[in-house]
């Protein structure tokens, strides 16, 4: 039953580790199924045995779940047009390659089957493989490509379908499936362009119309021209999960690898994405990867973060890097720490070693800023006037607690920072964090006097 209801599909080969650019393709086949209603197929290219792995298939589901881009049809999920494993699929390839046999399409050479190109045939010496090869006059393969605009591409050469061992080759069993599983738009990286004229001589040897193509541009690394690999810094999806992004961020950093609203807005909910997103949007242009973008569109996810999902957010990462002194602690103490935090820190990442002295008294002292803070004035008399002060501050509210400080060193011609840093410097060891209030606050009035008493014994 042929419709026009759009069906792209995501044809991802479990040969390595999930990537930034197999997760933007992915999501650019979501993005505009969900934009147009239509269906969004997950198919798993395995049929090069030696190189698939199960492992890396679990990376690919977890990755999409991740992600938030479920499909609706595929592995787990079933349709109508499964399997969707290719290797799964052997009699779908057999029963597409007697088609091509029946109409005189293919030759057997060398235990090998190829596909026969349609035109006048020559003899030609090329010097670049140096052998003889056979040459097809063939007219160009037309490809109105919806990012590209239009690309022609001459196949000249006959190609194997059918390698000696008895495994289809990829160009077959690609365009097998999308007509198999009524593929109405290829969605792809661009590197695959120059597959395309070569899948387009399948189609019409098939007697079917080929797809819409939209091949996406590449993602350059983020210094110099070459194209991101797997191997650059921040390529892998796996990481960011492990890192504590927040998926939403990781989610919205990709959409903009080749695609824009069309105005300068860049932290976009989802659901807005869904309803701009087109494929005449995408860029025809490389996108570049930008690390420090990511973080910071990571940081205003987990700004906006309403305080118990960024609790719950907080907690499964210092789980999963097994942070026992804080998971340890009270969680009303807990929930004050984290929210203090929130604000403060770009990624959850950082939040063990950002909180890490509120959960234990022993924390070092950075010999740095200690060096600084104890050589300037005389910070043995502020830490005495400090402990004079909390013994009898107001600990329920974080300004009068700066009142009382100001006051504190206006009374002694100085500044709030000679005992901001002094105060620092006793209660966390170092000389940045959240307001030094909400951490007297926080740590509340006997924490904060033992470790001033200390510093000022040690001094
Ligand atoms: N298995 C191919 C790849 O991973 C997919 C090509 C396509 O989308 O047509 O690059």
Not at 2 to 7: F, I, L
Not at 112 to 126: C, N, P, Q
Request: glycine letters at 8%.
């Amino acid at each position: 039953m042929a419709t026009n209801k759009v069906r792209v599909r995501f044809a991802p080969s479990p040969t390595g580790f999930f990537h930034i650019g197999s997760a933007r393709t992915a999501l650019f086949n979501w993005l505009y199924a969900r934009h147009t209603g239509g269906t969004f197929v997950l198919r798993i290219e395995d049929t090069d045995k030696e190189r698939n792995s199960e492992a890396f298939l679990s990376v690919i589901y977890d990755s999409l779940k991740w992600l938030g881009m479920d499909w609706d049809e595929g592995p787990g999920k079933g349709g109508d047009f499964g399997p969707y494993r290719q290797s799964e699929r052997d009699d779908v390839y057999r029963e597409y390659l007697a088609k091509l046999q029946a109409a005189g399409r293919t030759y057997e050479k060398d235990g090998a089957i190829y596909f026969k190109l349609l035109g006048e045939r020559s003899e030609v010496f090329d010097e670049h493989r140096k052998k003889t090869v056979t040459k097809v006059a063939n007219a160009p393969a037309i490809i109105d490509d919806l990012i590209r605009g239009r690309v022609e591409r001459v196949e000249d050469e006959d190609f194997v379908i059918f390698r000696s061992d008895g495994n289809p080759v990829f160009h077959f069993v690609n365009v097998v499936d999308d007509i198999a599983m009524q593929i109405t738009h290829v969605i792809r990286g661009e590197d695959h362009l120059s597959n395309t004229s070569k899948h387009v001589e399948l189609f019409k040897a098939f007697g079917v119309s080929p797809p819409k193509f939209a091949h996406i541009p590449l993602i350059l690394k983020s210094d110099g021209p070459g194209k991101m690999s797997k191997r650059d810094r921040g390529a892998l999806i796996e990481e960011y999960q492990k890192r504590g992004y927040l998926s939403e961020a990781v989610v919205n950093f990709l959409c903009l690898l080749g695609w824009n609203p069309g105005d300068d807005r860049e932290k976009m909910p989802i659901a807005e994405i869904v309803k701009l997103f087109d494929l005449p949007g995408v860029n025809q242009s490389n996108a570049r990867f930008d690390e420090k973008k990511m973080a910071h569109m990571n940081m205003l996810y987990l700004l906006e973060l309403p305080a118990e999902t960024f609790l719950a957010a907080a907690r499964a990462h210092l789980e999963q890097h097994k942070v026992a002194a804080a998971l340890a602690a009270e969680p009303a103490y807990f929930r004050e720490v984290m929210l203090l935090s929130q604000p403060k820190i770009k990624g959850l990442e950082e939040l063990s070693a950002y909180t890490a002295y509120f959960f234990a008294d022993d924390f070092p002292l950075d010999e740095k800023v200690k060096t600084k803070v104890m050589g300037k004035g005389d910070p043995k008399a502020r830490l005495r006037e400090l402990i004079e002060l909390v013994r009898g501050a107001d600990f329920g509210s974080d300004t009068a607690l700066e009142t009382a400080i100001k006051d504190l060193a206006t009374k002694n011609t100085l500044g709030f920072g000679d005992y901001q840093s002094v105060a620092r410097l006793a209660v966390s060891g170092t000389n940045v964090g959240p307001s030094i209030t909400g951490m007297f606050r926080v740590l509340g009035r006997e924490r904060v006097l033992a470790r001033m008493e200390r510093l000022l014994a040690a001094a």
